[in-house]
């Protein structure tokens, strides 16, 4: 009985760590406050110029310009396609 009792406590310590390491994952996931800085810096990184990623990603130059610069709604087919060029994910919770 105390065996029992014991194992259901292990079951529960498991499960909780299990959840605790979930949200231990998430700790350096930050809100995208300013998407045009954040495409920017990624892009930068890549050492990718506005062309270059235009042609990667299949988003006319124009668009990507806009983009960076914050003068354009993005619909989100075109985010979803600008993140995958880049490497990046979206997270919605």
Do not use: C
Not at 35 to 40: G, K, S, T
């Amino acid at each position: 009985m105390i065996d029992q009792e014991l194992n259901k406590i292990k079951i529960k310590f498991y499960e909780m760590e299990q959840e605790l390491n979930k949200y231990k994952s998430l700790e350096n996931i930050k809100p995208i406050n300013d998407l045009a800085d954040i495409v920017r810096k990624e892009r930068k990184k890549q050492n990718l110029t506005l062309h270059s990623l235009s042609e990667l990603s299949g988003i006319s130059y124009s668009s990507l310009a806009k983009i960076e610069s914050g003068d354009i709604n993005i619909n989100f087919k075109i985010l979803i396609q600008l993140l995958d060029t880049l490497g990046l994910k979206l997270w919605i919770e």
